[in-house]
Structures are given as C-alpha cells and as structure tokens.
C-alpha cells in the first residue's frame, strides 16, 4: 500500500520560509511518479502549487512562479517544496500527490500538513 507523509508546515511570519517534505512509503517505483504539491483552503477547491514529473520537468501556478521550487529525491523516496517569500495569501492546507501514469494508473494523496503565514 503506497502511503505519502507530509511534514514541514506551521506558522511563519510574511516573508519567511518554509519547507515541505512528502515521503513516499509502500513503493519500489518512485522514480516512475510524477509528484506534486496542491493547496486547498475551506469551502475551496484544491488548486495545483507545484508538480515534477519522474523526469524532473517541474510546473508551478502562476501565483507561486519565483517563490516556491518542487524537487524531488530518488534516495529518499521524498518530494520537497520549498516556499520563499510567504505571504499570508498562501494560507492553506498542503496536501502531497502522487501518480503513476503508467498503466494501471493510480493517484495516491498524503493527508495534509498546514501552512499558516501571519502578515
């Protein structure tokens, strides 16, 4: 069973910096993952932060583009995302993705780590 663990988030002041961590637990083929980061605020849809594909081409939303770098870890079977210039907009819930593209596809979600940003 493929199990994702975040781990990174909590409170920092406008301005700051944070690191985010999502261990990938329960598969041999994490380098055949694509790997993101999504956001979802309460009573919002969950929105797309950042993805990297199991080739390491990267994609981020345009309200993060310059601040926030995804990259990932063979090794370590770990996705990191580090977020630079925090603003309080970026209040959310983080929530880790896995994929496996290939067939049979399947999409594997970790259950969350909060990110508060004080202005």
């Known amino acids: 069973q493929v199990q994702l663990v975040e781990s990174g988030g909590g409170l920092v002041q406008a301005g700051g910096s944070l690191r985010l961590s999502c261990v990938v637990s329960?598969?041999?083929?994490?380098?055949?993952?694509?790997m993101g980061w999504y956001r979802q605020a309460p009573g919002k849809q969950r929105e797309l932060v950042a993805t990297?594909?199991?080739?390491?081409?990267?994609n981020y939303a345009d309200s993060v583009k310059g601040r926030f770098a995804i990259s990932r870890d063979s090794a370590k079977k770990t996705v990191y995302l580090q977020m630079n210039s925090l603003k309080p907009e970026d209040t959310d819930v983080y929530y880790c993705k896995a994929e496996k593209v290939s067939y049979p596809r399947a999409i594997y979600w970790g259950q969350g780590t909060q990110v508060t940003v004080s202005s």
């Open positions: 990297i594909s199991s080739g390491g081409g990267t």
């Open positions: 329960g598969s041999s083929i994490f380098s055949l993952l694509a």
